[in-house]
């Protein structure tokens, strides 16, 4: 998981995803680091300013296949979006 490093998560922060995630979801994220720097590029690029709290509470959400992970956020007013978003990430589960 030292990709995680270059996405500018801490070790503090990658030692919480380690013992905060589901065994499978650890996995996958492991063994899929393409799809997690896809999507996190994804959300990081629309400019929400919290999406490292996003990525580390809902890193499942990031395993998805990127082109449905951004067809997701490109449903909404962009504006509307971030200011959700920033306000409370756990809305990434509901979009």
Avoid: W
């Avoid at 995680?4 to 996995?27: A, F, Q, R, Y």
């Avoid at 996190?40 to 296949?65: D, Q, T, V």
């Amino acid at each position: 998981m030292d990709y995680l490093k270059k996405l500018e998560l801490t070790d503090e922060e990658i030692n919480s995803l380690n013992t905060s995630l589901k065994k499978n979801v650890l996995e996958s994220i492991v063994l899929f680091p393409e799809i997690v720097i896809a999507n996190y590029e994804i959300l990081k690029g629309i400019g929400i300013k919290n999406y490292k709290e996003i990525f580390i509470s809902h890193a499942h959400m990031f395993l998805m296949n990127p082109n449905k992970f951004q067809a997701i956020f490109e449903k909404y007013d962009h504006a509307d979006l971030i200011r959700c978003l920033e306000k409370n990430g756990a809305i990434i589960e509901k979009l």
